[in-house]
């Protein structure tokens, strides 16, 4: 019975293993949207119409964060590249819980 549930759980793990292989865009970052007013004082942003948005994504280099631009024509990669790095932490989180499974079951074989 604990020889099918270790079958079972490595073969869970190969799949999420695999899974990790096709997170090829991750970006390890937040996202932010901006706006901004520019110096020109009769332009309509000093009425409240801002410029923008503007896209960014904040990361940290060196342990300092740091707002790298996006532009337009890269928007969707980067959006993809922030929820593939969110569906790694889960895919970790669920690596780690079949680990830790599997350590469980192996060690009631060896008793």
Do not use: F
């Not at 960014?56 to 337009?72: C, F, H, K, S, T």
């Amino acid at each position: 019975m604990a020889n099918a549930r270790i079958t079972e759980l490595v073969d869970k793990r190969t799949c999420l293993l695999e899974e990790l292989g096709s997170l090829t865009q991750i970006l390890h970052g937040s996202w932010v949207e901006r706006y901004s007013v520019c110096t020109r004082k009769s332009c309509r942003c000093h009425q409240g119409e801002r410029h923008g948005p503007r896209y960014y994504i904040v990361v940290n280099e060196a342990g300092r964060q740091r707002q790298r631009y996006v532009p337009l024509s890269q928007v969707h990669v980067a959006l993809e590249g922030i929820e593939q790095h969110q569906r790694l932490q889960t895919l970790v989180e669920e690596i780690t819980r079949i680990n830790l499974e599997l350590m469980k079951e192996r060690s009631h074989e060896d008793a």
